[in-house]
């Protein structure tokens, strides 16, 4: 796409990638970027030296700072600060594991930046799964775990709960992907690009780079297991109709380097202090007592004021290597590495529309088995098979409630109508009154939904029909909630069947729509139209039978926007809003 005129974000533009993006984009003139960085400093040091680039003289060019991954007000703390307080530790656990709701997504530091600027396209140079995946879970867990004598764990553990919680990659990437999605569908942003990661540089488990942990490390894995996952989340996110463009580079090797220099030697933005211990103060290693690295008076081992210096190669995320540590992690052979000059021209190239193997999610696409001929043949032989061994249960329950609940409720109304022609001729109220009717005296109907979990919401909207099930599988089985109109309108929507009129009048639309399409259709007999005339199945009478599947299927694809890209190609898209 075009990137004159139009406006940036670039996240993690202080990084290596993340800065050589920015100064691949200067020169194709875009009318604003946005500098992302985690500290204040960075992003106006980055920005400063933007500016100077001949070329950034026509963009106006804006730093912001702060984390990503949590709410505005905790945007400037880090992590270990809000780990160390319970109060911050456990809204940003609710604002992870907790359904996303208004709050939670207005209140994110990633939503606000994006809709504040409505970029029409982002560059995403953030290390998310280094990020994430270095929480570490399983320090986290040895210690709670250390906490607890005898395996129980009192209430006063409660903390410590949270901080397992809080280092939880998974849980965090879903919700960063959830706020990514709606901020870019606000914002109306048209084309994402991430810059991803393998998790070992190219390499397999049997990397030689650790942190200290065993080999293979389960905390490198863990990166590479957030790598992947976040890679087929923008997969699925990409191949969502009426979406922006969804775009990833993964390079395989180090990328490097930053720069050469030489002074003091930090780690996570910190200087390494300098620690001594004389031989006299050596600690005793005597069989069979433990190790006590706590100190104490006798093997405390102060700081002498002095951090530690040195040459260093600055290699971006990876930190400062000494020159013979990068003589060895880039040897042939070994990691090896790509300049972040090189990943940026794959990146900008990627953006125009260039023709390239580099893309990601490209290449899944290609490389996926996808929906067949032969199962679409076979797909009539199925179901003529399955109408031979007679009737059943409707729905058993395994692919969503709201499926069931779209279900059963079609099928009511069929055994109580027939036809969708016939359900349209009666008022709601009416239809609602007649379909609790059939269920008060068809004991079987109600079986099948009540057996599954699907409550029935009666006519009167304030008795509801359920049972108390051993294996509580549902959200509304869930306690505690309270009963209040939000949540009697939540639950209908989602895992009841409603019979108010309300919802009848809902399903008589439907009908509606669905015999337009089929009137509109009845000369047209091209390939333009998946459901055309000849499609929905008819009666003696002529009228249209109410087919429970094909129609719940309608209603995923055409009023739930859950179709794959070809179902709107007569719509173009974006169609309709996901529920």
Known sequence: ????????????????????????????????????????????????????????????????????????????????????????????????????????????????????????????????????AYRNAYHQYEEFRGSIPGGAAPGHHADAVYGVFFTMSIPALIRHIQILQEAMKRAQTQLYLKVGTTGTGGMGLNIPFTHGE??????????????????????????????????????????????????????????????????????????????????????????????????????GENGVFSP?????????????????????????????GASSSKDVLGALDGAVTGPSYRGGFLREFVLKRAASLGTGSPSYGLIGPRVSKLILEATFLKFTFHTMEDAIKAPSNVVARTLEEHLAKDRGARQSA???????????????????????????????????????????????????????????????????????GDEDTSSRLDRGNGFWPRDSAGKTIIDAGEIAAWILIHELGGGRAHAYMETGGPYAEPV
């Open 450 to 520: 009540l057996s599954i979990g699907i409550p029935i919401l009666l006519s009167d909207g304030e008795r509801l029909l359920f049972v108390r099930r051993k294996v509580k599988d549902k959200a509304w089985e869930e306690e505690p909630w309270t009963v209040n109109q939000d949540n009697i309108e939540r639950w209908a929507s989602r895992e009841w069947i409603d019979l108010r009129a309300g919802n009848m009048s809902r399903w008589q639309d439907r009908f509606r729509m669905i015999l337009q399409e089929i009137n509109e």
């Open 1 to 132: 796409m075009e990137i004159r005129d139009r406006s940036v974000i670039v996240l993690g533009g202080y990084g290596e990638v993340g800065n050589a993006v920015c100064r691949q984009l200067l020169p194709h003139k875009p009318k604003q970027l946005v500098v992302t960085s985690l500290r204040e400093d960075e992003a106006r040091h980055t920005v400063e030296e933007l500016r100077k680039v001949p070329s950034g003289d026509s963009c106006e060019i804006i730093p912001f700072h702060g984390n990503l991954f949590v709410r505005w007000d905790l945007k400037d703390m880090t992590m270990s600060d809000i780990s160390a307080k319970p109060e911050s530790l456990r809204l940003v656990v609710d604002d992870n594991l907790a359904e996303l709701n208004e709050d939670i997504l207005t209140s994110s530091t990633l939503y606000r930046l994006i809709v504040e600027y409505r970029p029409a396209i982002i560059v995403d140079c953030v290390t998310t799964a280094t990020g994430l």
């Open 324 to 352: 013979d540590e990068f003589k060895i992690i880039t040897s042939l052979g070994l990691m090896e590495f790509v300049t972040p000059e090189e990943v940026a021209q794959t990146a900008i190239l990627t953006i125009l």
């Open 214 to 315: 065993e080999n293979p490390s389960r905390l490198l894995m863990t990166k590479v297991a957030v790598a992947g996952a976040q890679t087929m989340l923008l997969f699925a996110l990409g191949i969502t109709p009426g979406w922006p463009i969804i775009k990833e580079i993964k390079p395989a090797a180090l990328i490097s380097w930053k720069g050469v220099g030489k002074g003091i030697i930090k780690k996570a933005g910190r200087p390494v202090k300098l620690y001594d211990c004389m031989p006299e103060n050596a600690y005793r290693l005597v069989s069979g007592t433990p190790f006590r690295y706590i100190p104490d008076t006798d093997t405390e081992h102060p700081p002498h004021g002095e951090e530690l210096e040195g040459v260093y190669i600055d290699t």
